[in-house]
């Protein structure tokens, strides 16, 4: 429990959030690829913007075209994992296999890892290490694997979002592809530009963030 707490709520050592004086955020999708794919890509196309996608093992045998599709688009493809299962449901032997699958292994670095639900046992940061693999994780959540319409988780997430944010998704919600119009919609507004987390770039998480991540998420 306290490696979770410590590599997921504080997370660090990770890829957090980017710039805080640029004028990029990063919008993130997890779970994917999936049939929703095509039209979050035509939404991002229509507004001249890249995302980075956090692939699974099952949907990518599930959905190789789309897989394939993401892998030779302008966007970022990286490693969610073998199974979508949280770290501390893993055995080491496991765990380690998840770290290692990745879409584009043997790919030059850097080669990024988002464990399911951001989970840590105590054994993830050094499987990662071992591995090759940065473990990144986001600042603004979308939230919607949620019951909320659109338009509530937009502003919602807006209001949390600021320059060099990493913003949560998931690729495949039916909510997702209008909610992804509203967040570009209002990143725009406001001047800035959504791009790769590469691009961003994404910064380790250090001391004092990590003591802001661990009071957000604990209500302190």
């Not at 993130?28 to 939404?43: M, Q, W, Y």
């Not at 770290?87 to 670095?109: C, F, N, V």
């Amino acid at each position: 429990m306290l490696a979770d707490v410590l590599g997921r709520a504080a997370g660090w050592g990770a890829l957090g959030s980017g710039p805080r004086d640029s004028d990029r955020v990063a919008l993130t999708f997890d779970d994917g690829p999936s049939p929703r794919t095509p039209e979050l890509l035509a939404i991002l196309a229509q507004h001249d913007a890249r995302a980075t996608f956090f692939v699974t093992a099952p949907a990518g045998k599930a959905h190789p075209d789309l897989l394939h599709t993401l892998l030779d688009s302008p966007h970022q493809t990286e490693a969610h994992g073998r199974w979508h299962r949280h770290a501390l449901l893993l055995t080491p032997g496991q765990e380690w296999r998840q770290i290692r699958w990745h879409p584009r292994a043997g790919a030059a670095g850097p080669l990024l890892y988002r464990p399911p639900y951001g989970g840590h046992s105590p054994l993830t940061r050094v499987l990662a290490r071992l591995a090759g693999r940065q473990i990144v994780l986001w600042d603004v959540e979308g939230r919607d694997w949620t019951a909320a319409d659109a338009a509530t988780l937009a502003r919602q997430t807006l209001a949390r979002v600021r320059p060099g944010s990493v913003v949560l998704l998931h690729d495949g919600p039916e909510v997702t592809p209008e909610l992804l119009r509203l967040l570009l919609g209002g990143v725009a507004a406001r001047g800035l530009q959504a791009v790769t987390l590469n691009e961003l770039p994404a910064q380790h998480i250090g001391l004092r963030q990590g003591w802001r991540r661990v009071r957000a998420s604990y209500g302190g």
